[in-house]
Nanobody, 112 residues
């Protein structure tokens, strides 16, 4: 059974940093790209924020480029999302996604 579980969310002040983790199981992790998406409160559509490909290369949405970094550890079947220079508009529930599977999400709140 494919499972993804996000962790690391919390409350942070503007300008702060957080690192999210996405622990996975049930599939050959090293052979799949993993995406991160987020759902902001009151917004109907979720936002794609980035992907880490099989070889470790990454792509990002313009809204987070140069602030967020995605990485993967194939030995731990885990993907990380390092978020720096956080803004109030980054407040959202963050999900890691593999094909049609996603975790329960982790809440990130950026507020003073």
């Amino acid at each position: 059974e494919v499972q993804l579980v996000e962790s690391g969310g919390g409350l942070v002040q503007p300008g702060g940093s957080l690192r999210l983790s996405c622990a996975t199981s049930g599939f050959d992790f090293s052979n799949y790209a993993i995406n991160w998406v987020r759902q902001a409160p009151g917004k109907g559509q979720e936002e794609w924020i980035g992907v880490v490909h099989i070889g470790g290369t990454t792509s990002y949405a313009n809204s987070v480029k140069d602030r967020f970094t995605i990485s993967r550890d194939n030995t731990k079947s885990t993907v990380y999302l390092q978020m720096n220079s956080l803004k109030p508009e980054d407040t959202a529930v963050y999900y890691c996604v593999k094909d049609a599977h996603r975790g329960p999400g982790t809440q990130v709140t950026v507020s003073s």
